[in-house]
């Protein structure tokens, strides 16, 4: 007995010759089929184990021929593709031309390969003639060539000293033996070790957070963080004068970003009333909305008033996101940041982002927060899902440094009197001395003679207490160029004459939203003796009156 049963023709014929509504053109056809059918039968009931064939599709697919067909289909497919040759063949196409092998080589003798990168800019030459290089270790004196003279270092942020302190690097030596050079691995795969752990705990209890989380480079933690949070449709006031890291943080999170003008608190509050009428005009649905700011600004060393920002912030119901990366370690009684500076509870703040690099002399950066925040980062800040997790000596480091600002208060002492003695070398060449109340409102005094210096050359709006000094100066050449070569010749001129290493802010044009001013960028230390620190200032006192062309 056959395992599949069909009708014979014979029961066919009866069938046909019973029924009235089967037309007579078709009948030849539907015998015709029938025979094949009951060849194809007989073909596969030859088979061997065509019956276990039969029963397994019955079995599997519950007498569903549309499945068997549907596989059947897919198993087709699948043949086809894998025989298929993976490329089409040299020739084909509708747009293939066929060239003679003389127009081949004439094409190829007249082919003008355009340059990888385009020729540097004047300017770009003379910012990679200009970068110095450090031989030897680093620290508060260097040596920028093999044999060349001790420099006073003002261009290294290294607030505390931490970069030569003795108990760091034996911590980092010690780290090395046990951990080596790092995971190599992203820190929610196989990167994330103990002293992670451990240095997320300690900066969390440092600043009085819930929790915190450490990034492997401080620029991607400030770019990687914002859009984290603020997606497309939400809605973003920041300050004109923000970090290039946090331009790029805005423009990947394709938010709806509001200006306000750099430090006016007046105007922030402006631009948030603003929103705020349009929102409720167009009634649309509540988004998120955020206001980004920094603690001292990258740009130009001046402070954010946060008093007044978290007033507005509760007001208009705004999360903030305070960079941290200059004030954190520098800044407050122990180097907790702003926050501490203002008496304002870390707490309040719904983001703090700080860099480890400048102000711990470690590497990597962290954002604080609430568990909530920092959890989120773990699995959607591409920084902290895609980078490999900070090496294990920067985490111990970072924690011994800390360790450090809570036992020896009189560290931020110190940066604070050197930050005075240098400034007060400078405030002759200033038309007046920019000051700051207790609100954190900024102001403006004579020098210490009680009278405006008509012929005033420099001018520094950073905050009287920021170890970051920007110098701008006051009546610069319309080209930028020809003020970056002024600035540069006074980089040049106090490191001939008084063995000082400064630097000139190092600026992508073309590539920042608002082009900041071109400056002297100063980074003073506590580490530094006041003998040193007053030499250095007078020197660069001396520099400038010489390149501007003043006497003094």
């Known amino acids: 007995m056959s395992a599949v049963q069909f009708h014979s023709p014979t029961m066919i014929a009866t069938a046909r010759s019973a029924s009235t509504e089967i037309p007579a053109p078709l009948i030849p056809l539907l015998s015709s089929l029938t025979a094949l059918i009951y060849t194809i039968e007989n073909l596969f009931n030859r088979l061997p184990g065509s019956p276990i064939i039969l029963r397994y599709i019955k079995s599997s697919y519950q007498d569903d021929p549309w499945r068997s067909v549907l596989e059947l289909f897919l198993l087709a497919f699948a043949l086809r593709t894998l025989f298929k040759g993976r490329t089409r063949g040299e020739g084909e196409g509708k747009s293939f031309i066929k060239l003679t092998e003389k127009e081949i ?275 959607n800040s591409s920084a902290s899902v895609f980078s490999a997790s900070l090496p294990a000596m920067l985490a111990t480091c970072a924690s011994a440094a800390i360790d450090i600002l809570k036992s020896q208060p009189q560290l931020m002492n110190s940066l604070q009197v050197n930050i005075q003695v240098f400034r007060q070398q400078l405030s002759k060449l200033e038309p007046f001395i920019p000051t700051t109340s207790a609100s954190g409102e900024n102001g403006l005094m004579p020098p210490p003679n009680g009278i405006p210096n008509k012929d005033a050359l420099i001018s520094i709006p950073s905050h009287a207490n920021s170890g970051l000094i920007h110098i701008f100066l006051l009546n610069p050449p319309d080209n930028l160029e020809d003020e970056e070569i002024i600035l540069q010749q006074i980089v040049d001129e106090v490191q001939q004459s008084s063995n000082v290493l400064i630097t000139r802010s190092r600026r992508l044009r073309s590539q920042e939203i608002f082009e900041p001013e071109p400056s002297l960028k100063i980074s003073i230390s506590g580490f530094m003796s006041k003998k040193d620190v007053e030499a250095a200032g007078k020197g660069l006192r001396h520099a400038i009156v010489k390149v501007c062309g003043s006497e003094f």
């Open 105 to 379: 080589d004439e094409l190829v003798e007249d082919f003008n390969p355009l340059p990888l990168a385009d020729e540097p800019t004047p300017a770009d030459s003379m910012t990679l003639e200009t970068v110095p290089t450090i031989y030897g270790p680093n620290g508060i004196k260097v040596k920028t060539s093999p044999n060349g003279k001790t420099l006073l270092n003002l261009a290294t942020p290294n607030w505390c000293g931490f970069v030569e302190n003795d108990k760091m690097k034996e911590v980092a030596i010690e780290t090395l033996k046990r951990y080596g050079v790092g995971t190599c691995g992203p820190s929610g795969f196989y990167g994330t070790i103990d002293i992670h752990q451990k240095a997320e705990a300690d900066i969390a209890s440092f600043l009085g957070t819930e929790a915190s989380i450490i990034y492997s480079q401080a620029f991607a933690l400030v770019s990687s963080a914002i859009p984290a949070f603020a997606k497309r449709g939400d809605i973003i006031v920041a300050d004109r004068g923000v970090n290039f890291g946090i331009h790029k943080g805005l423009q990947i999170s394709r938010s709806n970003i509001k200006w306000y003008a750099h430090g006016d608190m007046k105007d922030l509050e402006r631009v948030l009333q603003n929103v705020e009428r349009e929102r409720k005009r167009k009634g649309g649905k509540l988004t998120k909305t955020f206001i980004v700011a920094e603690g001292i600004f990258e740009n130009d060393g001046m402070i954010l008033d946060l008093p007044k920002v978290i007033e507005l912030k509760k007001k208009y119901k705004y999360r903030l996101i305070l960079d941290e990366c200059q004030s954190f370690g520098m800044m407050g009684a122990h180097g907790r940041g702003i926050t501490e500076h203002f008496g304002v509870p870390a707490s309040e703040v719904d983001m703090i982002l700080g860099s480890m690099a400048n102000g711990l002399a470690t590497g990597g950066g962290f954002c604080a927060g609430s568990q909530v925040v920092c959890q989120h980062q773990r699995i």
